[in-house]
Structure formats: C-alpha cells, structure tokens
C-alpha cells in the first residue's frame, strides 16, 4: 500500500513539474530509484537519528521513514514553504507514517542552530544550494561522527556545488563519494 502510494506520488511529481511554468510551482522530487538508494542506506548504518532538509511535499521523507521504521528510527524533515508542508503533512497521514516523520515548518538556516552536536546518524541535503556552504559548519556540528550526509542534485546541478566541494575537500576528517544515481547523490562521511 505504502509502495502504491509512493508510486502515485513520483507519477504526480513528474506531472506536475512538467506543467509547472514557475520553479516555485515544482515539486522537484528525488527520482524513484534514489528513494530505495537512500532507504538502503539508513538500514546498512542502522541509521535512527534522521535529518532532511527540503521536504517538499514529502516524497523523498516518505522513503526515509518507512527505512527509519525499520531501524526504530525517527525522521525530522524542514520545509520553509506552507503550502508544500500542509502536502506533505497529508501525505505523512495517507502513508502512516505521521509517528515516525516531525515536520518543521520553518527555514533550515533557524532550525540548524537549535540542535544539539553529534544528534543526527544520516542528513539528507535537498534545498537551496546557494546555502550549503553557510549551513555547512552547522551540518557537520550535528551530524555525529561515523554519520553519513547525502547531498542531491550532485550531478545535475554540479556547477552550483562547485564551492561546496571545495570546502569540503579543506575538512580534515571528511570521505566523499559522488554516486551517479538519480540526480546524482554525493555522499559525505564523517569519520570523526
Ligand atoms: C528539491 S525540493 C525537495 C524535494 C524533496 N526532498 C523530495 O525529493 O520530495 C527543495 C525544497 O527545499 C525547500 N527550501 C528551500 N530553501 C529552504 C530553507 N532555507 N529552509 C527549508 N526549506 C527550504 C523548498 O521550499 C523546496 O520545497
């Protein structure tokens, strides 16, 4: 049922960002083959603390639930936009998932401050690129060390990460790998 549910959510993403005529109106959903990359991830790790940031109306969180349930595991996701979260605070509910998924619906950049170091094993990074290097100290304050970041969009909007990579590669204590996958996933270890 779950499985129905995400399907008609990919076939609704796709057909309305093809429609959309404005970038506010898209959804821009992971692809559906990223959704069980990033599931098996978390259950590889054993991942229960998860953190994503770009909710949209929920497609991408759906897959990291339904892993984190499986790993008694938690997910906080972070939305700016209302009406995207009241999307997804519905599709939470179609998928029985609203126990496992806390949505904040609030900007990323007041959010990150207010966590505690080392709370989160897995983040998933899907939101405004231009703000990954500023938010980057915060990341990688709460991402526990051993924990595992994932970034999309490492391939399709690999120009707008130049400066991202780059900083990365100055932090002592960092692995990255870009996987060729979906949009292109770039992950990021945190040794210590
Ligand atoms: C690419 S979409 C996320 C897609 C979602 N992960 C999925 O696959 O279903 C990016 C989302 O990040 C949100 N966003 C942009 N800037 C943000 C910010 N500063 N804080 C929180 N969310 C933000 C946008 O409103 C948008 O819904």
Redesign the pocket.
């Known amino acids: 049922m779950r499985a129905d549910l995400l399907r008609q959510l990919a076939e609704f993403g796709q057909e309305n960002d093809q429609q959309a005529t404005r970038r506010e109106e898209r959804?821009?959903?992971?692809t559906p083959d990223t959704g069980p990359f990033l599931a098996l991830l978390i259950k590889a790790m054993q991942a229960r603390a998860v953190l994503?940031?770009?909710?949209?109306?929920?497609?991408?969180t759906i897959w990291l639930a339904d892993a984190a349930q499986t790993t008694d595991g938690h997910v906080t996701t972070?939305?700016?936009?209302k009406a995207?979260a009241a999307q997804a605070h519905h599709n939470f509910q179609q998928a029985a998932l609203a126990d496992t998924i806390t949505l904040k619906v609030t900007?990323?950049?007041s959010l990150l401050p207010t966590i505690a170091s080392a709370s989160f094993d897995f983040i998933f990074l899907?939101?405004?690129r231009t703000?990954y290097c500023v938010w980057w100290p915060l990341l990688h304050r709460i991402l526990r060390p051993g924990g595992l970041m994932v970034v999309d969009n490492a391939v399709s909007h690999q120009h707008e990460l130049v400066d991202f990579l780059a900083l990365l590669e100055t932090e002592a204590g960092i692995e990255t790998s870009l996987v060729p996958l979906g949009k292109g996933e770039l992950l990021i270890w945190k040794q210590r």
């Open positions: 959804l821009l959903n992971i994503e940031i770009g909710t949209s109306n929920g497609y991408s972070v939305e700016v936009n995207r900007p990323a950049e899907d939101s405004d703000q």
